[in-house]
Nanobody, 126 residues
Framework: QVQLVESGGGLVQAGGSLRLSCAASVSGRTFIRYAMGWFRQAPGHEREFVAA????????RYVDSMKGRFTISRDNAKNTVYLQMDSLKPEDTAVYYC?????????????????WGQGTQVTVSS
């Protein structure tokens, strides 16, 4: 079982930055057994993939539109994954979710993530 708690969301002006954190509580398996992902969902839209990171942190995957602006990282000693978001745009406004996957391949599919946090709201004003 994995429990995920996101934090760090808020209101920021366009061009600003935010760093989201996702703290994991894990039982039965260790945190390093999970690849981690970030997704987001805006009102009236489906949940969409943002980024994913391998258990070691050595591999990352991003959606093309966010590559170069967003950076995913993890600290396995702290059971925490981060999403650094720079040069934010109003269209980045959404609820951001972290998720854990046992897939050995970094995947953008929500179906491959078994555990989800409750989400944190990010609002970017113009």
């Amino acid at each position: 079982q994995v429990q995920l708690v996101e934090s760090g969301g808020g209101l920021v002006q366009a061009g600003g930055s935010l760093r989201l954190s996702c703290a994991a509580s894990v039982s039965g398996r260790t945190f390093i057994r999970y690849a981690m992902g970030w997704f987001r969902q805006a009102p009236g839209h489906e949940r969409e993939f943002v980024a994913a990171i391998s258990w070691s942190g050595l591999s990352q995957r991003y959606v093309d539109s966010m590559k170069g602006r967003f950076t995913i990282s993890r600290d396995n000693a702290k059971n925490t994954v981060y999403l650094q978001m720079d040069s934010l745009k109003p269209e980045d406004t959404a609820v951001y979710y972290c998720a854990a996957s046992t897939s050995v391949v970094l995947t953008a599919s929500t179906l491959q993530y078994a555990y989800w946090g409750q989400g944190t709201q990010v609002t970017v004003s113009s």
